[in-house]
């Protein structure tokens, strides 16, 4: 069974500055898929940024990109340039790439993002 | 419309009540998923439905919940004799074909209260 953790329940960061959110994960496949999604408090899960296993350049998204270590099993998200609109809770997900598979998440990081 | 959809927004209901949730997703697309997410966790995974049929109901925690897509387009989660441990926001996701490299996409979910 896969596991994901996010090890920072809250972080905070001021307009326009960086941060970084953190994520490991525990797996026996090679094959996977890696995913940020972010949910603003109308429960919208949304996507971020997603990152497949077999790409050693890590993804970016306009001001999100990762830091995908795959030895590791590490696969963080940097936020630059940080928005007020920025401000919910952020999910990493693990997904097998496999036909019908169920994404696993993280508990999640509430991040608030100061004026 | 463009994204998933699901109603009610917000349904309370009373102990040992039968309650049913109804998820339409994105047109096209195959795979549908069930998630719970409990308050302040990370969504986990229910059911996922390959086209008319489930494919997979392992993350369906007890024989009170069930699960249907019969013309392989809308769902609806049941719950039988609900206990104040449903209560949580349940989300659906639908992706094109599941093949492992989908993406999938949320509706805002549905919260259950139980009282």
């Known amino acids: 069974a896969q596991t994901v953790t996010q090890s920072q329940p809250e972080m905070s960061v001021q307009e326009a500055e960086t941060v970084t959110l953190s994520c490991t994960y525990d797996?026996?496949?090679?094959?996977?898929?890696l995913f940020w999604y972010k949910q603003p408090p109308s429960r919208q899960m949304i996507l971020v940024i997603r990152q497949e296993a077999y790409k050693q350049q890590n993804a970016t998204e306009n001001r999100f990109s990762v830091n995908f270590q795959k030895a590791a099993k590490s696969f963080s998200l940097k936020i630059s340039d940080s928005q007020l609109g920025d401000t919910a809770m952020y999910f990493c997900?693990?997904?097998?790439?496999?036909?019908?598979?169920?994404?696993?998440f993280g508990g999640g990081t509430r991040l608030m993002v100061k004026p | 419309g463009a994204g998933v959809s699901q109603t009610p927004s917000n349904k309370v209901t009373e102990k040992g009540k039968y309650v049913e949730l109804r998820c339409d997703p994105i047109s096209g697309h195959t795979a549908l998923y069930w998630y719970r997410q409990s308050l302040g966790q990370g969504p986990e995974f229910l059911i996922y439905?390959?086209?008319?049929?489930?494919?997979?109901d392992s993350g369906l925690p007890n024989d009170r919940f069930f699960a249907v897509r019969p013309e392989g387009s809308v769902s609806t989660l049941k719950i039988q004799r609900t206990e104040r441990g449903d209560s949580a926001v349940y989300l659906c996701a639908s992706s094109l074909d599941s093949g492992g490299t989908d993406t999938q996409y949320f509706g805002p979910g549905t919260r259950l209260t139980v009282l």
């Open positions: 797996t026996s496949e090679n094959n996977y898929y």
């Open positions: 439905f390959q086209g008319t049929g489930a494919a997979d």
């Open positions: 997900a693990f997904m097998k790439q496999r036909r019908g598979n169920m994404l696993t």
